[in-house]
């Protein structure tokens, strides 16, 4: 898998770690561990956004033999309708592999059914999804978080599976 723009932040961001570390700085060092997971959360819930109406814009593109009906999914299907696509405290993407038709989601189902870690893949993306729900939600500044950057920026790699099967199997 090819860097992106969250490996960068989170390497950046180890880096700041190790600085603080290295110069003795233990409680600017916490609060900036604190303060980095809900930035790592907002980036990769941010950058998902992106991946998904980029992934389905593309094919959208690619399929639509009019300029009209393009622009009419684009603008009406996908502008600010990400948040409705999942069902965030879900553990599976049923919901948003319907949206494309009853027998993408049969499809999908059976293929997410006998693959542990595709379906491993798709909870943490919900779950990160949901996570950065409770933190825009429920008072950013007060909200705390229950785990390590390491393992949000682990789950963010797991989940970046998810979206690549997506993409594949929408474009088979």
């Known amino acids: 898998m090819s860097m992106t723009i969250i490996d960068n932040l989170y390497n950046?961001?180890?880096?700041?770690?190790?600085f603080l570390e290295n110069q003795n700085e233990v409680t600017y060092k916490s609060d900036y561990e604190e303060w980095f997971k809900k930035i790592l959360i907002l980036s990769v819930a941010?950058?998902?956004?992106?991946l998904?109406?980029?992934?389905i814009l593309k094919f959208t593109e690619n399929q639509a033999k009019n300029i009209y009906i393009y622009n009419f999914i684009r603008n009406k299907g996908i502008e600010r309708q990400?948040?409705?696509?999942?069902?965030?405290?879900?553990k599976n993407a049923n919901r948003f592999f319907s949206l494309f038709g009853d027998d993408f989601k049969k499809k999908c189902e059976k293929i997410i059914k006998s693959d542990l870690e595709l379906e491993n893949s798709i909870k943490a993306f919900l779950e990160l999804g949901q996570t950065r729900n409770q933190l825009v939600h429920l008072n950013f500044a007060a909200?705390?978080?229950?785990?390590t950057s390491d393992e949000y920026y682990t789950e963010y790699r797991e989940a970046m599976k998810f979206l690549s099967f997506f993409e594949?199997?929408?474009n088979r």
Not at 12 to 18: A, M, N, P, V, Y
Not at 82 to 90: E, I
Not at 143 to 147: A, D, I, M, V
């Open 168 to 170: 594949g199997e929408l």
């Open 82 to 90: 990400y948040h409705t696509y999942f069902d965030w405290d879900s």
């Open 52 to 55: 998904v109406r980029e992934i």
């Open 46 to 50: 941010s950058y998902f956004e992106s």
């Open 143 to 147: 909200y705390s978080l229950s785990k």
């Open 12 to 18: 950046r961001s180890l880096e700041i770690i190790k």
